[in-house]
């Protein structure tokens, strides 16, 4: 007997359909439709297929001729719109569901592969979408965002060229009074970590310390936008000694109680000076190029009046407010001319030079105005003294790997369907043999893959809500699952998602739609191997394009690593294991040494000296020339020590010594770098002394005493590896030069202590000073770690969108193989039958897609190279990109694909070719 066959059966009642003339090809399909629902209930309910035709189509042709008055077109009736003919019909929404919930059905596993792999493309994109639009948000919450510009300096002085975030105190005033395009300008200065103290009747004293404080202009609620809950913004700063709190600072410092009209003292004990809160505002928003827990009065700082006419001491972020209808390259074109005299005067008080010989000499000092929305991405190289800078770079890169991922997706989608298309062909050409529109088919297919892409929508909804707290642990972002809930973004997601189904299934549709109907029908279809699409050509270039994206995104991974790995391993020329820093150590005044004392009788600490900076923020520059000439002088960073420093921190000293211990002649000694040797204008005399540099006298800051020259320590990193090693000036602390407070003692300890055991101790002996002072403290191999904290973040978010491009490639190989396999299956009984072994049938169908990953690595790695040979270029040391990396980045990804390859292979190889050959 022969074997019922159900398509065929449905065909043929399809076509006895056909005959009935007041029936079109749309009403035929609708009622297919419901015929197949009926067939699929009837089979759940436990009837072979041949029954459940036969009832399905019993119960359809009951009242058959009320089903046909209810689809009989009357000739009566206009003829329908363009829109009813069109693929588009909303009523058909239903069925198109229908259709797809019974394919996947058929086809589970396709089907999941094509859902996972949008629904983790759509999610990446959602996630690096609030990433980019966090970034890219910076300032923008200020209501005269577009008029406020931050005043920068690129200056070309000697041995140094950079550009500056930051100008003296007095250049605010000048460009006030000679644009008149400036409405209004604020200065912000930075001016240390304080200890506050709040005196309490019942309680005592409390003290906090402090590290986000800030100085600026009484205008500064006049440039920037912040709430106030307290206070009066127009007045708040007007008054020497006033501070402004925020509000979780308020807190902190009087409970729930209202804060204006409080006194706080700022400062170190017996230094302390008395503010007065004069206004609390809401906490400055994450998204912002500074912040602040307490913003003084400028007016109070007796440092500012002192230099308030000088250009030279950079110590000021100056912003100004551009007037409504002010030309930004207007103001630009008058910057020259309106600082020309002032820079005259400062350069000749400051080098006793005048600005033709400045310029002669092939110095420069210029002025340029950066929009404030440009800060945190766009400011790299001038910086943010007053708060930290991102890389519009990195949006670049995680804007592509977002659309890089999405198309992997998508290619995937396209790959499957149009592999898979073979299968279907069959319905399409039964469905134009009865009268289907092309343009109703292709819109089908269409909806069909629009449908796909909403699921993966809500399933890509649901991924993000689960992993967003995961992403911002580790981009230390704030983003949060309702950002993509607002009523723009989720029309921009459903918006997307449509284009996506669309792009996706476009050329699938096409392509299904292209058979002849007559060729359809036959097994071979030979016609679709020489279609005029070039369905394997196209799905080898995606295939290529796949591999190419994982190879490159995988040897990317790899470079990253290998420098973060190369900067943290690399020698800074000084100790930087069993380093505790303890902090703040100015609070206690001369009680410094006592501590120092106390501290050395704690068993694990081997040695403790004091200094006011340490690396890698040694940051405090001036100006130092050599005695006696009047060659230009050059710039050098400088660190004030005791006399134990040097041997605590393993600076090698490579000529003379170190300073003496405890001898009073060290205040009138300074010992350099190797950098700063080679920079300084030495005369030709004393480069030939034997003993060169020793003996030799330099100023500093512009001013005498003179120092003489007693050692040269070997060039150490006291900055990160962004920079070049800076020429340093290290002084005692018995010596007139300032460059700020003695803040730090560096703790050497014992390779075996145990750290908590440590810690402890140094608070103990700490509190027996301090009392109620803070107790902060630090591992010096720690602050240099952080140093590379963003490329850290970076690295690692890379590298799981990495995992996630691939996952999403092999995902498509997994789904094409077993494609290839399924349509090979009688060959492969076929050759086993002849004798072929279990690797020549693995070698058989593997080889094909083996050689367009070989293909793929080839094409990725010079793209890879470029990209990150251009990274590397922001760091001084770097390393060398080793093109076995490329290799290994290739053979992982090929060793990847071999093992989605080789389960499915083998088990294709190793089946009974009796089965293949019965396959159909």
């Not at 600490?605 to 890698?616: D, Q, W, Y």
């Not at 006298?697 to 060039?715: Q, R, S, W």
């Amino acid at each position: 007997m022969k074997n019922f066959n159900l398509e065929h059966s449905i065909t043929n009642w399809r076509r006895a359909l056909s005959k009935k003339q007041h029936l079109e090809p749309g009403d035929i399909e609708e009622l297919e439709g419901h015929l197949r629902d009926s067939i699929d209930q009837n089979v759940a309910l436990g009837m072979n297929e041949k029954e459940a035709f036969k009832k399905a189509v019993s119960s359809l042709n009951t009242g058959f001729e009320e089903v046909i008055e209810e689809y009989r077109f009357k000739g009566s009736k206009e003829p329908k719109s363009k829109w009813f003919s069109s693929w588009w019909i909303p009523a058909m929404l239903p069925n198109v569901l229908k259709i797809t919930v019974r394919n996947f059905k058929r086809q589970p596993g396709y089907s999941f592969i094509n859902i996972i792999g949008l629904s983790i493309g759509i999610a990446c994109a959602l996630i690096i979408f609030l990433y980019v639009q966090d970034e890219l948000s910076y300032d923008r919450f200020h209501e005269k965002a577009d008029r406020i510009y931050r005043i920068d300096q690129t200056n070309i002085w000697a041995n140094f060229e950079g550009k500056f975030a930051s100008t003296g105190p007095g250049v605010a005033g000048v460009l006030k009074k000679a644009i008149p395009e400036i409405e209004s300008t604020v200065r912000i200065n930075d001016p240390a970590d304080y200890l506050i103290t709040i005196q309490n009747d019942q309680s005592g004293s409390r003290y906090f310390e402090e590290s986000e404080v800030l100085s600026a202009d009484s205008s500064f609620f006049e440039v920037f936008t912040m709430e106030f809950l307290e206070g009066n913004p127009s007045t708040s700063l007007k008054a020497p000694y006033s501070v402004v709190l925020t509000e979780r600072t308020r807190e902190r410092y009087f409970d729930n109680e209202s804060g204006v009209g409080k006194t706080i003292r700022i400062g170190n004990p017996g230094e302390e000076i008395s503010y007065q809160v004069t206004g609390v505002v809401k906490e400055m928003p994450k998204n912002s190029h500074f912040n602040f827990d307490l913003l003084t009065s400028l007016s109070s700082d007796l440092n500012v009046k002192r230099r308030e006419n000088t250009w030279i001491w950079t110590g000021f972020v100056t912003y100004v407010l551009l007037n409504e209808n002010a030309s930004i390259e207007s103001v630009r074109n008058k910057i020259p001319s309106s600082i020309a005299e002032d820079i005259e005067a400062n350069l000749y008080s400051a080098f006793g030079t005048t600005g033709t010989e400045f310029t002669n000499s092939g110095r420069s000092w210029n002025m340029y105005f950066t929009p404030v929305t440009d800060i945190h991405l766009k400011a790299t190289e001038a910086g943010n003294r007053i708060g930290v800078v991102s890389d519009i770079f990195y949006v670049y890169v995680f804007s592509a790997i977002a659309l890089l991922i999405i198309a992997l997706a998508c290619i995937n989608f396209m790959n499957l369907s149009s592999a898979r298309s073979v299968y279907r062909a069959k319905e399409v050409g039964i469905r134009k043999t009865l009268g289907s529109r092309k343009e109703s088919l292709i819109g089908q297919f269409l909806m069909e893959s629009v449908l796909f892409a909403f699921i993966s929508l809500i399933i890509a909804y649901l991924v993000v809500w689960l992993v967003i707290p995961s992403f911002n642990e580790i981009s230390a972002k704030q983003l949060t699952f309702a950002q993509i809930l607002t009523p723009s973004s989720l029309l921009s997601a459903i918006g997307i998602a449509g284009i996506l189904g669309i792009i996706a299934g476009l050329y699938p549709a096409l392509y299904l739609t292209s058979f002849n109907p007559i060729e359809s029908f036959k097994s071979s279809l030979p016609s679709i191997s020489q279609n005029k699409l070039s369905f394997s050509g196209l799905r080898n270039f995606l295939v290529v394009f796949q591999f190419a994206i994982s190879v490159m995104l995988i040897s990317c991974s790899i470079i990253i690593y290998q420098q973060l790995a190369f900067i943290q391993s690399t020698d800074l020329g000084f100790d930087k294991e069993n380093i505790l820093i303890l902090e703040n150590v100015e609070k206690i005044g001369a009680q410094t040494e006592s501590l120092k004392q106390l501290l050395l009788q704690e068993a694990p600490i081997k040695e403790v000296a004091e200094s006011n900076a340490l690396p890698p923020n040694i940051w405090y520059e001036d100006f130092a020339g050599v005695y006696g000439s009047d060659a230009p002088e050059v710039t050098i960073n400088s660190m004030v020590v005791d006399d134990d420093l040097i041997s605590t921190m393993g600076f090698n000293i490579s000529i003379g010594r170190a300073f003496n211990q405890r001898s009073e002649s060290n205040a009138k000694y300074v010992i350099l770098n190797q950098t700063a040797v080679n920079q300084l204008p030495w005369s030709d005399s004393a480069k030939e002394n034997e003993f060169f540099p020793l003996g030799e006298f330099i100023l500093f800051g512009g001013n005498e005493p003179k120092y003489e020259v007693i050692g040269v320590v070997d060039d150490f990193n006291s900055a990160s590896l962004h920079y070049d090693v800076l020429p340093l000036a290290i002084f005692h602390e018995a010596s007139d030069v300032w460059a700020g407070p003695n803040r730090f003692l560096t703790i050497k300890f014992d390779n075996n202590a145990n750290l908590n055991e440590l810690i402890a101790s140094v608070q103990r002996q700490w509190k027996s000073i301090a009392r109620d002072m803070p107790f902060e403290f630090s591992f010096l191999d720690d602050q240099l770690y952080v140093q590379y904290q963003s490329e850290q973040r970076v690295a690692k978010v890379v590298s799981i969108f990495t995992a996630l491009a691939i996952f999403i490639a092999i995902l498509g190989l997994v789904g094409l193989i077993s494609f290839s396999i399924e349509k090979k299956t009688k060959e492969i009984g076929v050759r086993k039958i002849l004798g072929a072994s279990t690797s020549n049938i693995i070698l058989l169908l593997s080889k094909d897609l083996i050689k367009l990953i070989l293909c793929a690595i080839l094409i990725a790695t010079p793209v890879a190279w470029f990209m990150m040979n251009n990274w590397l270029q922001d760091f001084v040391y770097r390393i060398d990109i080793n093109f076995l990396v490329f290799l290994l980045s290739g053979f992982g990804a090929l060793f990847l694909a071999w093992l989605a390859l080789s389960y499915q292979t083998t088990k294709a190889a190793l089946q009974n070719p009796v089965k293949s050959l019965r396959s159909d």
